[in-house]
């Protein structure tokens, strides 16, 4: 059974390989696509990290204190 597994894997290995080119090829074009909305909510996202990181400093600051 193991060897009829392994026989068969070695036999679609070239498959496999090609269909994971593929996907990989298919997501770096989605990736590329979808780049002029991803950048403003990239900003978006960064923006509101860094205002809720200052916003709450005094109390991040209290606790590292309190360490």
């Not at 593929?22 to 860094?50: E, H, Y």
Request: glycine fraction near 6%; avoid cysteine.
């Amino acid at each position: 059974v193991i060897m009829t597994l392994l026989q068969s894997i070695t036999t679609a290995a070239p498959t496999l390989i090609s269909g994971a080119g593929q996907i990989i090829t298919t997501l770096v074009q989605g990736l590329a696509q979808a780049l002029p909305q991803l950048i403003p909510m990239a900003v978006t996202l960064l923006t509101t990290l860094v205002t809720s990181l200052i916003a709450q400093l005094p109390l991040l600051l209290q606790a590292g204190l309190d360490l």
